[in-house]
């Protein structure tokens, strides 16, 4: 059913003054690379040079799936002299070429790709596009860098929960607000600036902006606090214990939370909490074929005084709103209140209801008592940088990995699930983790 739904929501927006786009950050190993053309795009996407321009100190929501990545390839193409964009993943070639052909007529085009957890998959972008004469460098080491914004002419950036990744087009949710108000556009070029200098900022707060981790943790529980009668609730994770803890309780004061998402093992405690709170939670199955929630959107109080938006990078992670550098909209806006309520309403209808299965996460083979598994990835060869994942069914506790000398720790969250960033030890050390009284092994 929902995929006849983004179609006729996509055509509603841009009747009502709002487009489509599309986005996805990287999930469901194995997906093949998929290379978007214009020729394939909607008709109603193929409008003439310069539409893309919109009224000073306007905002508009674009969703996908949907209508195709238009007016972002349009935004980079019609540019004059100056394209930004900061990108936690780039892997679409249409975008990649288009970046290359505004630096070959003489804009000044600098891209900052994050390197922390994705340099890797970052590498071909970025090779390709320093050859074609973009400036490209990678966001500042040690930070993830999951902002994903593009800034043209110093008028109108585009803040987006999608990432540049055309394999993750055809069937993910996401979206990204059209922003020409001056004070958010000069703050996140500020911002930007500072990043591509190497150079420590506190990003601005324009008129409507939401910085990870300076003000984000803030602004989502105040968007969750304040609401008065309706909350919807989409967002790719849900292991931040604040955020959690503020739906349960906005439920059991009356009001009707609703929460859609896609169907995963990890998130499994905090959904049994916000369930038997009276949250409504529907998801979608984590399959190559469906739906999958990747946008990260609030509404409150939709079509009521009071009503706000809040759409961005940002996941419900404590990661993500307490560490890495993400950028989202806080806005009363109704007209982007209404046209994100209208996709999160289709959403929910089209997702399965969320039954409960029990309180603890389950134990894997059957074990009892304390356990833990872990995995390990390498994400920096020559730094020795590895990322280390710990399931347990022991949440907010200590979890310790420690390998050739080396030790980090991080807190299990909600589900008993932590990533930790491990620096320093060789490829294929042994590595041992410790979750209260359990210890597991693995190599990366």
């Known amino acids: 059913m929902y995929r006849a739904i983004p179609i006729m929501l996509s055509a509603a927006m841009l009747a009502a003054g709002a487009g489509a786009c599309g986005g996805g950050a990287p999930r469901r190993g194995g997906a093949g690379s998929l290379t978007p053309s214009r020729a394939a795009q909607p008709a109603a996407t193929r409008t003439p040079a310069g539409t893309h321009r919109h009224p000073a100190g306007s905002l508009r929501v674009l969703a996908e799936p949907g209508a195709g990545l238009g007016p972002i390839y349009r935004l980079i193409t019609n540019a004059r002299s100056s394209v930004e964009l900061t990108m936690y993943e780039l892997a679409d070639p249409v975008a ?19 390197q922390h957890l994705e340099k890797s998959r970052n590498l071909a972008a970025y090779h390709y596009l320093t050859a074609h004469g973009v400036h490209v460098r990678w966001a500042p080491s040690g930070t993830t860098y999951h902002q994903k914004t593009l800034t043209v002419d110093g008028t109108t950036s585009v803040i987006m929960t999608l990432n540049l990744a055309a394999w993750d087009y055809p069937t993910t949710r ?4 059209i922003d020409t108000k001056a004070a958010d556009v000069a703050a996140i070029v500020a911002t930007f600036n500072a990043d591509f200098a190497g150079r420590a ?19 989502v529980l105040s968007v969750i606090d ?3 009668h309706t909350l919807a609730v989409e967002d790719e994770e849900m292991d931040d214990p604040a955020v959690t803890a503020a739906l349960a309780s906005a439920a059991r004061r009356g009001v009707n939370v609703r929460i859609v998402m896609t169907a995963d093992p ?9 369930a038997r709170a009276g949250v409504h939670i529907r998801l979608y199955p984590d399959t190559s074929t469906a739906l999958y929630i990747h946008g990260k959107a609030i509404v409150a109080d939709a079509g009521l005084p009071g009503q706000r938006v809040l759409v961005g990078s940002q996941n419900f ?20 209140v209404a046209a994100v309520s209208a996709v999160l309403a289709a959403d929910f209808a089209g997702a399965a209801p969320y039954s409960p299965a029990g309180g603890r996460t389950p134990s894997p083979h059957g074990r009892r008592g304390a356990w833990c598994t872990a995995t390990a990835t390498i994400y920096n060869a020559h730094g020795n940088e590895n990322n280390v994942y710990v399931l347990s069914n022991q949440p907010f506790q200590d979890a310790t990995a420690t390998a050739g000398g080396y030790s980090r720790t991080y807190r299990t969250d909600g589900s008993g699930y932590a990533l930790i960033y491990l620096n320093g030890p060789p490829p294929g050390e042994s590595i041992s983790v410790t979750v209260g009284g359990a210890t597991c092994t693995t190599r990366d």
Do not use: C, H, K, M
Request: negative net charge.
């Open 174 to 177: 996401d979206f990204a607000v």
């Open 317 to 336: 992670s404590v990661a993500s709103l307490g560490y890495n550098r993400e950028l989202g909209v806080l806005t009363r806006d109704p007209s982007l």
């Open 266 to 274: 990890q998130w499994d405690q905090a959904f049994t909490e916000l």
């Open 96 to 114: 990649e070429a288009d970046l290359a052909a505004d630096a070959a007529r003489g804009v000044d085009v600098r891209v900052l790709l994050d």
């Open 226 to 228: 304040g609401a008065a």
């Open 201 to 219: 900022i506190r990003p601005p707060d324009g008129s409507d902006l939401v910085w990870s981790p300076t003000n984000a943790r803030a602004s």
